[in-house]
């Protein structure tokens, strides 16, 4: 069974910095893709950074310059630096793995979360 567990959650100032991590209990490498999304109360969860099958790594406009995507081969986990922390950065973060499945004809892509983790930036 596919399961991805996120950590480094947290309260912190603004201005602060927090690492997420995301352990998946697959070799990272079976996922098609992977990214971190992260969902505000009241809002729709939305991609905070997403690592391509051709190794691109893109980021929400929000977060540009402030944010990291990484990966760590050894740990097999995918990381979240976040600098400059503000306010409205403040939502559940998930960490997202998608794997396709199928005949290429035919390709479906299955989504597996991780369960969520709390960033709480105060002002």
């Known amino acids: 069974q596919v399961q991805l567990v996120e950590s480094g959650g947290g309260l912190v100032q603004a201005g602060g910095s927090l690492r997420l991590s995301c352990a998946a209990s697959i070799s990272i490498f079976r996922f098609d893709t992977m990214g971190w999304y992260r969902q505000a109360p009241g809002k729709q969860r939305e991609l905070v950074a997403g690592?391509?099958?051709?190794?691109?790594?893109t980021y929400t406009d929000s977060v540009k310059g402030r944010f990291t995507f990484s990966r760590d081969v050894a740990e097999n986990t995918i990381n979240l630096e976040m600098n400059s922390l503000k306010p409205e950065d403040t939502a559940i973060y998930y960490c997202?793995?998608?794997?396709?499945?199928?005949?290429?004809?035919?390709?479906?892509?299955?989504?597996?979360w991780g369960q969520g983790t709390q960033v709480t930036v105060s002002s």
């Open positions: 690592l391509s099958s051709d190794g691109s790594i």
């Open positions: 997202n793995g998608k794997r396709s499945q199928g005949p290429v004809e035919r390709i479906v892509y299955v989504d597996y």
